[in-house]
Nanobody, 119 residues
Framework: QVQLVESGGGLVQAGGSLRLSCAASGRTFRTYAMGWFRQAPGKQRELVAT???????NYAASVKGRFTISRDNAENTMYLQMNSLKPEDTAVYYCNAAVRSDYETNHYWGQGTPVTVSS
């Protein structure tokens, strides 16, 4: 069982920056594909960014150029650096881990960390 704990959320003004962290308990964190999702009030959860076990990243068009996903396998931690924040970025941000076995992939979620961007 993989435990994920997000931190770093908070209140920030538009144009500001925030760095989210996701700490994982897994013994093989380096093999996990990881991602950040967010859910704004009244909206569905959406993909923000992903990062593979090898460090390859992908971003939603809405955050590309502003957000940077990264991971530190030695620390079992994934990060999301959020710059040039907009009010539209306001959401609860969730960490996700995709843990692959020989026959299936299991997904694990953190409890989320709220981000509020004021105008």
């Amino acid at each position: 069982q993989v435990q994920l704990v997000e931190s770093g959320g908070g209140l920030v003004q538009a144009g500001g920056s925030l760095r989210l962290s996701c700490a994982a308990s897994g013994r093989t964190f380096r093999t996990y594909a990881m991602g950040w999702f967010r859910q704004a009030p009244g909206k569905q959860r959406e993909l923000v960014a992903t990062i593979s076990s090898g460090g390859s990243s992908n971003y939603a068009a809405s955050v590309k150029g502003r957000f940077t996903i990264s991971r530190d396998n030695a620390e079992n931690t994934m990060y999301l650096q959020m710059n040039s924040l907009k009010p539209e970025d306001t959401a609860v941000y969730y960490c996700n881990a995709a843990v692959r076995s020989d026959y299936e992939t299991n997904h694990y979620w953190g409890q989320g960390t709220p981000v509020t961007v004021s105008s």
